[in-house]
T-cell receptor, first 116, second 109 residues
Framework: EAQVTQNPRYLITVTGKKLTVTCSQNMNHEYMSWYRQDPGLGLRQIYY???????DKGDVPEGYKVSRKEKRNFPLILESPSPNQTSLYFC???????????????FGDGTRLSIL | GEDVEQSLFLSVREGDSSVINCTYTDSSSTYLYWYKQEPGAGLQLLTYIFSNMDMKQDQRLTVLLNKKDKHLSLRIADTQTGDSAIYFC?????????FGKGTLLTVNP
């Protein structure tokens, strides 16, 4: 079954304690992306990756890092989390091939982070 | 930059039709999407339309696209209580999705 898997689904932690949210997809997709969802603001893109070792900033990258060492994985790293990063996070993936341009992005089930 | 606007709230009676509207600014958008998010859940793709189409129908869902006015709408016929959710409009340019803030649809029995 085609899936985007995020872990953990829920996390409560404290300010300054480094954390990583993992994202893995089994569809051999080139494109992967992280979004955060906040009430009244919709989903905003944090970082994206067009392929292995190719990453770029989205609209709200401050305070986040990503890496793309393997095609299937795209972890989101918060080196020093702060309360304003309390949010619902979604990972997504899609093919970057021209023939798949009409294919939508596949989303994970979300990770709810609370930073105290 | 890209911008997608939606009204934040819509309330309808069960059995009525719901129409959720969306406007976007990026004229190079290739695809436009509607996602549904139920409370505490992830994003579910409802339907999408290619930018050279005017209309797409899928069972109770009808998507209308006015490319000249950059206006997209989602009509849900015979709205049910199970349709209560947040609905997001999103435009796709190359690979990037830009989302609206979401419309909270409340269906009253």
């Amino acid at each position: 079954e085609a899936q985007v898997t995020q872990n953990p689904r829920y996390l409560i932690t404290v300010t300054g304690k480094k954390l990583t949210v993992t994202c893995s997809q089994n569809m051999n997709h080139e494109y992967m992306s992280w979004y955060r969802q906040d009430p009244g603001l919709g989903l905003r893109q944090i970082y994206y990756s067009m392929n292995v070792e190719v990453t770029d900033k989205g609209d709200v990258p401050e305070g986040y890092k990503v890496s793309r060492k393997e095609k299937r994985n795209f972890p989101l790293i918060l080196e020093s989390p702060s309360p304003n990063q309390t949010s619902l996070y979604f990972c997504a993936s899609s093919s970057a091939l021209d023939r798949d341009r009409n294919q939508p992005q596949h989303f994970g089930d979300g990770t709810r982070l609370s930073i105290l | 930059g890209e911008d997608v606007e939606q009204s934040l709230f819509l309330s309808v009676r069960e059995g009525d039709s719901s129409v959720i509207n969306c406007t976007y600014t990026d004229s190079s958008s290739t695809y436009l999407y509607w996602y549904k998010q139920e409370p505490g859940a992830g994003l579910q793709l409802l339907t999408y339309i290619f930018s050279n189409m005017d209309m797409k129908q899928d069972q109770r869902l009808t998507v209308l696209l006015n490319k000249k006015d950059k206006h997209l709408s989602l009509r849900i016929a015979d709205t049910q209580t199970g349709d209560s959710a947040i609905y997001f409009c999103a435009e796709k340019d190359n690979y990037k999705l830009t989302f609206g803030k979401g419309t909270l649809l409340t269906v009253n029995p």
